[in-house]
């Protein structure tokens, strides 16, 4: 099973003093950008105790409840529930400890603990929710092939709904970018079903980031803050767009991570808000408590922005299209999920009334292979022809429908146009006729591209 035997003991406990005062030579997340990192991202902090000093603790919210800054009454409460993990074992401690032992125990235990505030009877019971929560995922060791997961490739999930790791904060967070502004749900409807996507961030959590905090922390042994610096992209957000689906789409993701991995938000920015978002957001920050609202900050102002990402991130870390010197978020996403031997792909969704067409080059030297995806329950034509002569046909007309359910877990239905591919140079028109009338919608579908070196 994935997540790795939790029978040993975490490295690295601390004693009761340390929880409350901070460890000797220990390396510990910083709450903010301010001051000198380590080449992991932390800053040290030393013990108060070693000093011969009275403790003085934080007044910074963010450094409520982590390790060096609890109460006595906190310590109380971790040392019980430090015994009751270990007492249970098994699928309660692989769930506490989801990212592996070699997060360590006293910043994972106290990621639990923050986030039901060291109420010890709250705290278990979100650890058998939890466990609950992931036991059907965990019996198919959290859905290793992304493919499967989905029901499509990766790189259709992402042309839809663009997420991306792309650097290192300055405290070794992972940057994670999220762009609900451009989340195209006809298209994400096409291609996969909710139960797909709930199942591919199963795969993205326990496959994908959990690697990246395990390499970091290889790299970096005193590294042991695993959480995002998260920004949120809500540039072309419109009223519209929340849709049911589309909120849908980002509860199901949501869900899994306040449940199952509590405490993982270092910081998060929310940029290109609209002027309607700004002003509901001013409304539900009263609603939160000041701690996670201080982890969240609103920017509209590009130039603000740009400059609060560069005082969290180098900017070799951030993509040039956030103001950075990184590679763009098109470009990292196409080389991070691309199908092995594709040299670009092209997407498109077709609204099809009567018909519908997309064009699509293919350069000399390349040959091109067509999927077209939907779940419309209309039939229609398809084929693929020269865009200027319409005489020469790649592909003759094909009879397409969905085939299964309508549902929101139901999978939609895919259908490889080319059979042999269609070899450049050559300018074609995938065509779409509807067998429904010419006074009907036949619905939306999804045009997937991919390009290969010529054999």
């Not at 509807?434 to 045009?447: D, L």
Request: charged share 25%; hydrophobic share 35%; net charge neutral.
């Amino acid at each position: 099973m994935n997540g790795g035997s939790t029978s040993a003991s975490p490295p690295g406990q601390w004693s009761a003093d340390e929880l409350m005062h901070g460890k000797a030579g220990d390396v510990s997340p910083p709450t903010s950008p301010n001051g000198s990192a380590t080449p992991g991202g932390q800053k040290k902090r030393f013990s108060m105790k070693a000093m011969r000093s009275p403790a003085k603790k934080s007044t910074d919210p963010l450094d409520w409840g982590m390790p060096g800054h609890l109460t006595k009454e906190e310590v109380d409460v971790f040392m019980n529930f430090r015994d009751e993990v270990e007492k249970r074992g098994g699928e309660f401690k692989s769930t506490v400890y989801s990212f592996s032992l070699i997060e360590g125990e006293a910043y994972c235990l106290t990621r639990w603990l923050r986030a039901r505030k060291f109420v010890y009877d709250d705290v278990i019971a979100m650890v058998e929710e939890a466990t609950e929560v992931r036991a059907d995922a965990r019996k198919h060791e959290f859905y290793p092939d992304p493919v499967s997961a989905l029901g499509c490739g990766p790189s259709l999930f992402m042309h839809c709904y663009p997420q991306l790791y792309p650097g290192k904060a300055k405290n070794g967070c992972p940057i994670f970018i999220s762009k609900p502004g451009v989340l195209n749900t006809d298209a994400m409807e096409c291609i996969t079903s909710l139960d797909g996507i709930l199942k591919f961030h199963w795969h993205v959590m326990m496959h994908d980031y959990k690697q990246r905090l395990m390499e970091h922390k290889k790299a970096h042994p005193d590294f042991c803050n695993f959480q995002t610096v998260t920004v949120i992209d809500l540039e072309h957000l419109s009223t519209s767009q929340l849709s049911k689906r589309a909120l849908s789409i980002v509860k199901t993701q949501t869900a899994i991570d306040s449940v199952c991995f509590p405490e993982t938000m270092n910081r998060t920015l929310v940029i290109n808000a609209p002027r309607f978002f700004s002003m509901t957001w001013g409304i539900i920050k009263g609603w939160i408590d000041p701690r996670t609202a201080s982890k969240i900050e609103l920017i509209s102002s590009r130039k603000t922005w740009e400059a609060r990402l560069r005082e969290l991130c180098d900017e070799d870390e951030i993509p040039s299209d956030y103001g950075g010197k990184g590679p763009t978020t098109t470009s990292a996403l196409e080389k991070e999920y691309a199908p092995e031997g594709v040299l670009q792909e092209h997407f498109q969704l077709v609204h099809v009334g009567s018909s519908g067409h997309y064009n699509v080059a293919v350069p000399a030297g390349s040959e091109m292979e067509v999927t077209v995806w939907s779940r419309s329950v209309n039939e229609v034509i398809v084929s693929i022809v020269d865009e200027n002569v319409k005489s020469k046909v790649f592909v003759g007309g094909v009879t397409f429908t969905h085939t299964g359910g309508t549902g929101d877990n139901d999978k939609p239905s895919s259908l490889l146009l080319t059979k042999e591919r269609i070899v450049g140079p050559a300018k074609t028109k995938i065509k779409f006729e509807s067998k429904a009338g010419r006074f009907s919608s036949a619905g939306n579908y999804f045009v997937s591209c991919s390009m290969f070196d010529k054999k």
